[in-house]
């Protein structure tokens, strides 16, 4: 079994919407209540209270007050939970960096979900929604897709965004055969081509933030040049965010279309253990040692950033996982550098689109590092198989064993 989130757009009532408004208003107040509540015992009295203490409380508040009394428990326990993780994050920021900042109160503005830690209060009904508490009759949903068999909803978490809620359902949902492709593909992932799999076939990068740079640009000008406060603002404000969901739609939807034709290209998939947040780091430096070729280097984050490699792996790891395959990661170091001929090591060959080596070997770039990927997942499952390693495997698929590769030699 894995779980699974499934969104889906609702098409509430003009009445439906205004309880689902309430709903959010008033976990909001329970939210900043129960932050204020921490603040006050421990600046007057030196106590910490818990996440066990405030859901006690709750039960007692639900009984005189109406306005938690109608809501499904769950709801409001989902509130305390998530200012409970607010301060355990920032505890651990604390520790961590010893900078770290305090959980703050939450205007309208920063408020704009709520949602059940167990499915209590919340059903599915074909096309309805069935949602005890505050709302009557059941919330129409916009199924595009519909959910697998036998799965079971877990929690929800409905969300607000620029008039639009939608229902994020997290379902435990049984592992599906595997693809019956017992192979192994190496892939490469990059700015120019989003991805390259080890049989040379490339995945466009859709740019999708490149291709609406120019109406992004003039929404956030306009949002600039607006008076705060003022209908004009709250208009510009509304445009801007239309166009950042479309983008972010956009490129959502095209890593998942990449990451299932990869996962249906091979069970075994050996993708590069990338530090993403190094590789995007600024390039600025400080004002005693000022960086180098920081424009370009702003240029390639921007661009690393819109094609978003990390999602994809992460799509691919839980897709594989579905799939009934796997996903290993393996070091990153020189799969660019490396002739997947002889093994030979040259930096040079990082400026150049083609690979092109005194052994003979003329690849593309990409797809000559993706053999080199594939050739060291191979190593790292044998050395696992053996006891020898650990290869990084993510994905609950058969184990099934690897055969023996003629390039690997």
């Known amino acids: 079994m894995s779980v699974r989130t499934f969104v889906y ?39 910490s209270i818990t996440l066990n203490d405030q859901t006690k409380s709750l039960t007692k508040i639900r009984k005189f007050d109406g306005d938690y009394g109608t809501a499904p428990y769950n709801l409001s326990k989902w509130t305390l939970k998530r200012l409970d993780d607010a301060f355990k994050a920032f505890f651990r920021r604390v520790k961590k960096s010893g900078k770290a900042g305090f959980p703050r109160f939450r205007g309208a503005g920063r408020w704009q979900s709520f949602g ?113 406060s003022s209908k004009r603002r709250k208009k510009a404000l ?64 921007r661009v690393l950033q819109d094609a978003a490699p990390g999602s994809l792996i992460s799509m691919l790891s839980y897709k594989a996982e579905s799939a009934g395959g796997k996903v290993v990661k393996i070091d990153p170091r020189d799969t660019s550098r490396t002739c997947s001929k002889c093994s030979v090591v040259d930096a040079s060959q990082l400026s150049k689109s083609r690979y092109q080596c005194r052994c003979g070997l003329d690849l593309q770039r990409d797809h000559n590092a993706a053999i080199n990927i594939r050739h060291r997942g191979i190593i790292a499952l044998h050395e696992a198989a053996r006891g020898l390693g650990d290869a990084n495997v993510t994905g609950c698929g058969e184990r099934r064993p690897v055969k023996a590769d003629p390039l690997a030699a």
């Open 9 to 47: 757009r609702l098409k509430p009532t003009r009445a439906q919407h205004a309880s689902l408004q309430t709903i959010l208003n008033k976990q909001r107040d329970l939210y900043n209540a129960a932050l204020q509540e921490r603040r006050d015992a421990w600046s007057k009295n030196g106590i």
């Open 116 to 228: 059940f830690h167990q499915k209590g209060g919340l059903r599915l009904k074909g096309k309805k929604l069935l949602f005890s508490g505050g709302i009557s009759g059941g919330l129409r949903v916009k199924m595009h897709r519909p959910l697998p068999k036998n799965t079971v909803i877990k929690s929800a978490i409905f969300t607000l965004e620029s008039g639009i809620w939608r229902v994020a359902l997290a379902c435990e949902v049984p592992a599906s055969a595997t693809n019956g492709k017992d192979t192994i593909i190496g892939i490469d992932v990059g700015a120019k081509h989003l991805a390259t799999d080890s049989n040379g076939q490339h995945y466009v990068n859709a740019k999708p933030l490149d291709k609406r740079q120019k109406e992004l640009r003039r929404a956030a000008r306009g949002l600039a040049r607006s008076q705060r």
């Open 238 to 301: 509304t445009k801007l965010q239309r166009v950042q969901r479309s983008i972010r739609n956009h490129r959502r939807t095209h890593l998942h279309d990449i990451a299932n034709a990869i996962v249906r290209s091979g069970s075994t998939i050996v993708v590069e253990d990338l530090k993403l947040k190094n590789m995007t780091r600024s390039a600025k430096g400080t004002l005693a040692e000022p960086g180098k070729n920081v424009r370009q280097k702003s240029g390639l984050n």
